[in-house]
Nanobody, 119 residues
C-alpha cells in the first residue's frame, strides 16, 4: 500500500500563486506515476498533471499548461504542484494520486486539499 498526504491548499486572489505538496509513504517502489486531479462542485474529477516517478517526464491538461508546474523529489518521496496565474475556474478540491505499477491504474489517492481562487 501507498499512503498520500497533501497540504498547501488555501484561498488566493485571481492571478496569485499557490504550491501544493504531496508526501508518499509505504510501498514507494510500487509507484510509477504521480499526479494531481481536481474536482469542482458539481463537476467530475479531472486530470491536472502527472509526472513519471523514475524518469521525470510530465503531462499537463491544456487548461493548466504554462501556469502549473509539477516536480518530484525522489529523496523525500514528495511531489509538488506550483500553480501560478490562478483563475476562479481553478477552484476545486485537489487530489494527489499515484499509479500502481502492478495495475497501471491510479490506485492510490490522498484525501484532497481545497484551493479557492477569488475573483
Amino acid at each position: 500500500q501507498v499512503q498520500l498526504a497533501e497540504n498547501g491548499g488555501g484561498l488566493v486572489r485571481t492571478g496569485g500563486s499557490l504550491t501544493l505538496s504531496c508526501a508518499a509513504s509505504g510501498q514507494i517502489a510500487n509507484i510509477r506515476v504521480m499526479g494531481w486531479f481536481r474536482q469542482a462542485p458539481g463537476k467530475e474529477r479531472e486530470f491536472v498533471t502527472g509526472i513519471n516517478w523514475s524518469g521525470g517526464s510530465t503531462t499537463y491538461a491544456d487548461s493548466v499548461k504554462g501556469r502549473f508546474t509539477i516536480s518530484r523529489d525522489k529523496a523525500l518521496n514528495t511531489v509538488t504542484l506550483l500553480m501560478n496565474s490562478l483563475k476562479p475556474e481553478d477552484t476545486a478540491n485537489y487530489y494527489c494520486a499515484a499509479v500502481n505499477g502492478l495495475t497501471g491504474q491510479y490506485d492510490y489517492w490522498g484525501q484532497g486539499t481545497q484551493v479557492t481562487v477569488s475573483s
